[in-house]
């Protein structure tokens, strides 16, 4: 289903003005679980792909009466690659788990509504300085920005926003910086009021990115160098921490096992999401209470969200109390 975003959104690596995400629904015993897959081509997936898994996956689900969370382990070790498809699938039965135990998700999770301090930030995507002036006055509600960086005019980027809000910053340069710049810009950014950096370097150049880290102060967060589980130790010594994501790890049990992992090499979580509707937004804000950095805005850039869910109310964020995720569809 393709969802309109109200304008383009670009960043350093890619961009986009329609998610073709694939929304599903999973019935069992008259109850039904919603899920999502946001497929991103960057990591090899789109609409397509995802169908194919999906009807690769239906015979498994006909006729058999789920043992629903080992059903959710053994659909990711049953394909391969395709965490979107998987993602989707995960979302719809942890919709139903919590339907069937009458729990909303972090519950069933034995994890609790975010923390009251829990805010996520909103992004400013790359583009005209007006635009970025424009974007930053209508994110007012919200106390952090997440900047994207990664183009030729990061200062000027930064100097616009400054003008108009000294509030904390997050920024994002997806892979956009050599690593001379990297270091030369982390340590201007942080007297410009920044709390962290999200992947300055390309994916696969963690040597470099833990030469950068030796000689800024600023933490250094792993996005695109991070999809699951298998990629974290190799990260320990080149990122402060990892943003996780369901679209890239494959789902709701392995962001769970992704955040265990993280936490023994002492790596901060920050939880992220792609462009997707309130289904997979609210499922992965369920898992809140056991991130530190919260960057759950993806359905705020879309024109019709087709369904409600998650309640964002000056930045904080807040689950919805019924079981399962917890999402509406919108009439
Ligand atoms: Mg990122």
Redesign the pocket.
């Known amino acids: 289903m393709p969802l309109k975003l109200k304008k383009v959104f670009r960043?350093a690596n890619s961009s986009k003005s329609i998610a073709d995400n694939v929304l599903i629904k999973l019935s069992h015993d008259e109850l039904t679980g919603y899920g999502e897959a946001a497929p991103s081509e960057f990591y090899g997936e789109n609409s397509q792909t995802v169908i194919a898994t999906l009807n690769s996956i239906k015979e498994y689900f006909s006729g058999i009466l789920p043992e629903l969370t080992s059903t959710t382990d053994s659909v990711g070790e049953k394909i391969a690659g395709n965490y979107a498809a998987k993602a989707a699938v995960s979302i719809a039965l942890y919709d139903l788990i919590g339907k069937r135990l009458n729990l909303p998700l972090h519950q069933v999770l034995g994890l609790t509504q975010p923390l009251s301090g829990s805010l996520t930030s909103v992004t400013i995507g790359i583009d005209s300085l007006p635009e970025i002036q424009k974007s930053v006055e209508a994110a007012e509600e919200f106390p952090i920005l997440k900047v994207k960086l990664g183009s030729e005019n990061d200062r000027e980027i930064i100097e616009c926003i400054r003008k108009i809000t000294d509030k904390p910053l997050r920024i994002?340069a997806?892979e956009g910086w050599c690593r001379d710049e990297a270091v030369e810009k982390i340590n201007w950014l942080r007297g410009e009021g920044v709390e962290l950096v999200?992947?300055p370097l390309p994916a696969d150049e963690i040597a470099d990115t833990a030469w950068v880290r030796e000689r800024v102060s600023l933490p250094i967060?792993a996005?695109?160098s991070v999809k699951t589980i298998h990629d974290i130790p190799k990260l320990a010594n080149a990122f402060d921490g990892i943003?996780i994501k369901l679209m890239k790890c494959g789902g709701i049990t392995a962001a769970l096992r992704m955040i265990k992992a993280a936490r023994s090499p002492g790596l901060s979580i920050m939880l992220?999401c792609f462009i997707e509707s309130s289904i997979a937004i609210t499922a992965a804000a369920h898992l809140s209470a056991a991130c530190d950095y919260l960057?759950l805005d993806g359905h705020l850039f879309l024109v019709d969200d087709p369904f409600t869910g998650l309640q964002i109310k000056r930045g904080r964020i807040k689950l919805p109390d019924s079981p399962g995720i917890g999402v509406i569809k919108r009439e």
Do not use: A, K, S
Request: proline content about 0%; hydrophobic content about 20%; charged content about 45%.
């Open positions: 960043v994002d997806n999200e992947q967060f996005d695109e943003n992220g960057d």
